[in-house]
């Protein structure tokens, strides 16, 4: 069995973090957590340190934070 290696594990990390935010961002549990998201999309397209994610995913923050902004109507 071959173990993966650090770029895809990092990579991975990244995919679910991401994938977390834009959930929380779209449909979150409270309004403070959709906040929160909707907050850390806006700083990583601003190039926040949040940015960082998007790089290691290999995504472009301002595409997805228009999308999101697009479907909550922010």
């Known amino acids: 069995m071959e173990t993966p290696d650090t770029q895809s594990v990092y990579r991975r ?10 959930l929380d961002a779209l449909k979150p549990f409270s ?10 999309f806006r700083r990583a397209a601003e190039g926040g340190p949040e940015r960082a994610w998007f790089a290691i995913a290999g995504i472009q923050p301002q595409k997805l934070y228009s999308e999101i902004r697009r479907r909550c109507e922010c």
Request: charged share 20%; hydrophobic share 65%; aromatic share 4%.
């Open 13 to 22: 990390l990244a995919l679910a973090v991401l994938v977390r935010a834009a």
């Open 31 to 40: 309004s403070a957590l959709q906040k929160d998201a909707q907050d850390f």
